[in-house]
């Protein structure tokens, strides 16, 4: 059992360039989320999806733009990267909302330079 | 809107002493409580979770926590740590009716000293 796969596992992109982050989850999860870690602001959402098909913006969504177009797949994409963009980025999914676990991908950590 | 406090960036600790890692929520509503755990390198991982009855919820690898809502605390105990459970730990709160995603704390990096 796979549970939740991200790629790449890290990159280095030069300021400008468009980037997509990859994540599939195997669990038939309702819900999915991106987070970003960074040192001393913990984890913080940027976007998430309820279902296949809608998605909504979370703490930080700037600069980031996502699509869930079946319920394995929830790409996160940055249009044109700026340094602060830096940092750990990490999918997670969910059955649904509340009660339910999250369980998160090995994360991709992504520079920005 | 919901929020949680964890009061220690860092707590170093000696292996076999006991520990307690401080959470406060902030809910005008009732809530469900969770504890995650980051080992270095990894994603987070569910701890263990406080969803009602009980108030005293334990995770298999011998951490509790207790939830305590005249004073909107979870903290997270264990009464002697080991080496391996050096990693960051995080406290997270969600709100039942399901309109919103988890909202998690800044973490806590427990460090535990051979």
């Known amino acids: 059992i796979a549970g939740i796969t991200q790629a790449p596992t890290s990159q280095i992109l030069a300021a400008g360039r468009r980037m997509t982050l990859r994540c599939t989850q195997d669990m038939r999860h309702n819900a999915m989320y991106w987070y970003r870690q960074d040192l001393g602001l913990g984890l913080r959402l940027i976007h998430y999806s309820n279902t296949a098909g809608t998605t909504g913006k979370g703490e930080v969504p700037d600069g980031y733009s996502v699509s869930r177009a079946n319920t394995d797949d929830f790409p996160l994409t940055l249009a044109s990267a700026v340094p602060s963009q830096t940092s750990v980025y990490f999918c997670a999914s969910s059955d649904g909302w509340g009660t339910d676990t999250q369980y998160f991908g090995p994360g991709t950590r992504l520079t920005v330079l | ?114």
Request: net charge negative; charged share 15%.
């Open chain 2, 1 to 114: 809107a919901q929020s949680v406090t964890q009061l220690d960036s860092q707590v170093p600790v000696f292996e076999e002493a006991p520990v307690e890692l401080r959470c406060n929520y902030s809910s005008s509503v009732s809530v469900y409580l969770f504890w995650y755990v980051q080992y270095p390198n990894q994603g987070l991982q569910l701890l263990l979770k406080y969803l009602s009855g009980s108030t005293l919820v334990e995770s298999i690898n011998g951490f509790e926590a207790e939830f305590n809502k005249s004073q909107t605390s979870f903290h997270l105990r264990k009464p002697s740590v080991h080496i391996s459970d050096t990693a960051e730990y995080f406290c997270a709160v969600s709100d039942p009716s399901g309109n919103t995603p988890l909202v998690f704390g800044k973490g806590t990096r427990l460090s535990v000293i051979a």
